[in-house]
């Protein structure tokens, strides 16, 4: 696609279930990132994929957050026994594996209630 | 480890005003700077970014030079319009760990008043 596309755009789930939220980053992008957005705070550091190196797992702030990158491309953020300091817009970016720019979807917003 | 420092927002301008934001880094070796901005209801778009010392980004009448003697990248606009009320992050992007990486800034409200 032309841009990073991010599904799904909103979600409200209730504490303790777990959420997926699915990245599609732009064709021919290698390196996708994970970043976290909470309500009146900057961005935070998830996770990083490039190709088939081990991804940069060391944003991820706890053990009920995992990621996976199939097949190079989409990529799935999950979400175990949400809490409600889960709540928070989940960004995913994605760049080429040489150049220094990194597009942005518009997010994720997960509403833990 | 690096790190960006952004001023605390928000700020608060008239139409037509002149915009600065200040932005200074922290990091090893030669990142490069970007500046993000993000409209009320959208995602986080690049709005202009400097690769070594001295350039100048510009974009949508905004400007902001990569100042290495005082690690600084601060961005301006010359005339603020309501449109660009939006919150702003600076971001340095450095190779850590064999990829670049992206560190922001707090972010920056900025609201332009008619």
Known sequence: GAGVSQSPSNKVTEKGKDVELRCDPISGHTALYWYRQSLGQGLEFLIYFQGNSAPDKSGLPSDRFSAERTGGSVSTLTIQRTQQEDSAVYLCASSSDSGNTIYFGEGSWLTVV | ?114
């Open chain 2, 1 to 114: 480890g690096n790190s960006v420092t952004q001023m605390e927002g928000p700020v608060t301008l008239s139409e037509e005003a002149f915009l600065t934001i200040n932005c200074t880094y922290t990091a090893t070796g030669y990142p490069s700077l970007f500046w993000y901005v993000q409209y009320p209801g959208e995602g986080l778009q690049l709005l202009l970014k400097a690769t070594k010392a001295d350039d100048k980004g510009s974009n949508k009448g905004f400007e902001a030079t990569y100042r290495k003697e005082t690690t600084s990248f601060h961005l301006e606009k010359g005339s603020v319009q309501v449109s660009d009320s939006a919150v702003y992050f600076c971001a340095l992007s450095g190779r850590s760990g064999g990829y670049n990486k992206l560190i922001f800034g707090a972010g920056t409200r900025l609201a332009v008043h008619p």
